[in-house]
């Protein structure tokens, strides 16, 4: 019997970093995993993969930042599988600079990703859940938004802002028996990392006790965790996994 068998996940940014690592996790366990990106290549590739192993896996492409286009792509994932037991709102972006340098078009985009686009996931996903008497929704952050993190003022703002959503929607939909947590990311090897500046990685480096970035990984094992039975006295909580860069 494996942790996840009968289950159904919803995985969005799965094409690639976390949201790869997550879904094949996922689907190691027995889950039939939603592969949700906007890359469609990526994600059918990732798909692809999960099919050759002998799981279960449906690519879909979807923008987070359209709320139509996410509410669509929900009612595949259950025409596809009959139901969503599992919903990991993990896609973001970010372009690291200065606030000072930054402008309109840049935070309306940062937000739109790393906050609404979580929005218009879970409202899509939560009709289906409480409708089955349950479910676990799993958002990803950054310690950006819980600390902040120079050059990425607009982007820590959004984190935070997923952070006091997940709370929020914690107790809400507690009644329905639906736990909601939220993971929290350090300084990840991911295609993100690579828009960073070197000397700026670096520096947060040096300032991680483990001494080292993350792998998309050791994140997707908290997700998965939060995704579990094993959590299922969890609900409404930020869970940092970070090298021990902050220790809150």
């Known amino acids: 019997m494996k942790r996840f068998d009968d289950q159904v996940a919803i995985v969005t940014g799965a094409a690639s970093g976390i949201g790869k690592a997550t879904a094949i996790r996922l689907a190691g366990e027995g889950a039939a995993v939603v592969i949700a990106d906007v890359n469609g290549e990526g994600a059918g590739a990732v798909a692809g993969s999960i099919l050759e192993g002998g ?8 923008d987070v930042t359209d709320a139509p286009g996410v509410r669509a792509m929900t009612e595949r ?3 596809a ?4 037991d599992i919903l990991v709102s993990n896609a973001g972006w970010d372009r690291a600079a200065p606030f000072a340098d930054t402008d309109e078009e840049l935070w309306d985009r940062v937000i739109a990703i790393n906050y609404r686009g979580h929005l218009a996931v879970c409202h899509a996903a939560l009709p289906y859940m409480r409708e089955r008497g349950g479910g676990r929704i799993v958002t990803v952050a950054s310690d950006a938004g819980r600390v902040g993190s120079s050059g990425e003022a607009v982007y820590s703002g959004a984190k935070g802002a997923v952070i006091a959503f997940t709370k929020a929607l914690a107790r809400e939909v507690a009644r329905y028996g639906i736990n909601v947590n939220c993971v929290a990311p350090g300084l990840v090897d991911t295609p993100l990392l690579a828009e960073m500046p070197e000397k700026l990685i670096a520096a947060i480096v040096r300032s991680i006790p483990l001494r080292r970035t993350g792998v998309p990984d050791e994140i997707a094992a908290a997700i998965c965790f ?3 039975p094993d959590a299922a006295y969890i609900t409404g909580q930020t ?4 090298g021990g860069l902050a220790m809150l």
């Open 55 to 62: 799981g279960r896996a449906l690519a879909l492409q979807v």
């Open 239 to 242: 869970l940092s996994v970070n």
């Open 77 to 79: 994932a259950i025409d």
């Open 226 to 228: 939060f995704a579990s």
């Open 81 to 84: 599988f009959g139901k969503v």
